[in-house]
C-alpha cells in the first residue's frame, strides 16, 4: 500500500482556502448555449480532446478534421463524426454508457481554449451523418452532444507550453519510430520494426476517412 501524503489536500473547502477565488466575471462568461463567438472558434478549431467516463475509468482521447469539422446543429447541440482509429470505441462505448462528455477546443495561434461539457448520445441519423462529410466522405456514425456549459479557458497553458512557437519545440529525432515503440511495449516478434512502420504509416497517409 502507498504511504499518504501528509501534504494532500482531502476536503473542497481546503482546496478553495489554499488559492484565490475565481473572477465573477469569468463565471459570468460561462453560458448554456453556443454564442456567436464560439461558432466562430469552433470554425477555426482542427481538433478537439474528448473526455468521457465509465464506472470503470476515465478516457481521453483527440478527435481532428478539417477547421470546423465539429459542426453545430442549433444553438444547443453539435456533433463530431466517427473516423477510422484503431477500432476500440473507447469514447462511443463511454458514450453510450454514461451519456455524457467533456470537449476541449483547440484552434491554432489563439491563446484561448474552447471548452463544452453536456449529455451525449451516440448516432446513425442521416441528417446528422451529412453534416458531418468529410473528403467525400459519410461517417458511420456519430457523437450529438447536448450543450450544458460552454465557455472560453485562459490559455496560460498555451503561453506556458510555446505549443504555437515553432522555435520553442522540443528536439524529437531521439524519439524511436512508432513501429519501434510498438515493438518494444507490445513484445511484437511476427513483424519487424520496419514492417509495423510501414503499416502505421499507411494508415496515416490512406486510411484517415
Given at each position: 500500500?502507498?504511504?499518504a501524503?501528509p501534504y494532500?489536500?482531502?476536503?473542497?473547502?481546503?482546496l478553495?482556502?489554499?488559492?484565490?477565488?475565481p473572477?465573477p466575471?469569468?463565471?459570468?462568461?460561462?453560458?448554456?448555449f453556443?454564442?456567436?463567438?464560439?461558432?466562430?472558434?469552433?470554425?477555426?478549431?482542427?481538433?478537439?480532446?474528448i473526455a468521457?467516463?465509465?464506472?470503470?475509468?476515465l478516457?481521453?482521447?483527440?478527435?481532428?478534421g478539417?477547421?470546423?469539422?465539429?459542426k453545430?446543429l442549433?444553438r444547443k447541440t453539435l456533433?463530431f463524426a466517427?473516423?477510422?482509429?484503431?477500432?476500440?470505441?473507447?469514447?462511443f462505448?463511454?458514450?453510450?454508457?454514461?451519456?455524457?462528455v467533456?470537449?476541449?477546443?483547440?484552434?491554432?495561434?489563439l491563446?484561448?481554449?474552447?471548452?463544452?461539457n453536456?449529455?451525449?448520445i451516440?448516432?446513425?441519423?442521416?441528417?446528422?451523418?451529412?453534416?458531418?462529410?468529410?473528403?467525400?466522405?459519410?461517417?458511420?456514425?456519430?457523437?450529438?452532444?447536448t450543450?450544458?456549459e460552454?465557455?472560453?479557458?485562459?490559455?496560460?497553458a498555451?503561453?506556458?507550453?510555446g505549443?504555437?512557437?515553432p522555435?520553442?519545440w522540443?528536439d524529437?529525432?531521439?524519439?524511436?519510430s512508432v513501429?519501434k515503440?510498438?515493438?518494444?511495449m507490445?513484445?511484437?516478434?511476427?513483424?519487424?520494426?520496419?514492417?509495423?512502420?510501414?503499416?502505421?504509416n499507411?494508415?496515416?497517409?490512406?486510411?484517415?476517412?
Open positions: 500500500m502507498a504511504e501524503d494532500q489536500i482531502t476536503t473542497i473547502d481546503a478553495r482556502a489554499h488559492y484565490d477565488a473572477s466575471l469569468l463565471q459570468r462568461s460561462k453560458l448554456d453556443l454564442h456567436d463567438h464560439m461558432l466562430h472558434y469552433m470554425r477555426l478549431a482542427p481538433i478537439v480532446c468521457s467516463e465509465t464506472d470503470g475509468g478516457d481521453a482521447s483527440p478527435r481532428g478539417e477547421p470546423g469539422f465539429v453545430p442549433d456533433a466517427d473516423w477510422p482509429g484503431n477500432n476500440k470505441m473507447e469514447t462505448s463511454n458514450v453510450i454508457t454514461s451519456g455524457r467533456g470537449m476541449l477546443f483547440m484552434a491554432p495561434r491563446d484561448v481554449f474552447m471548452r463544452i453536456g449529455p451525449a451516440v448516432t446513425r441519423d442521416p441528417a446528422v451523418l451529412d453534416r458531418l462529410v468529410e473528403q467525400g466522405k459519410t461517417p458511420k456514425a456519430a457523437v450529438k452532444v450543450v450544458n460552454a465557455y472560453f479557458h485562459c490559455g496560460k498555451f503561453r506556458r507550453s505549443l504555437w512557437k522555435d520553442a522540443p524529437t529525432a531521439s524519439f524511436p513501429g515503440v510498438l515493438s518494444d507490445a513484445k511484437i516478434t511476427e513483424l519487424s520494426v520496419e514492417q509495423l512502420d510501414t503499416f502505421y499507411h494508415g496515416l497517409e490512406h486510411e484517415l476517412y
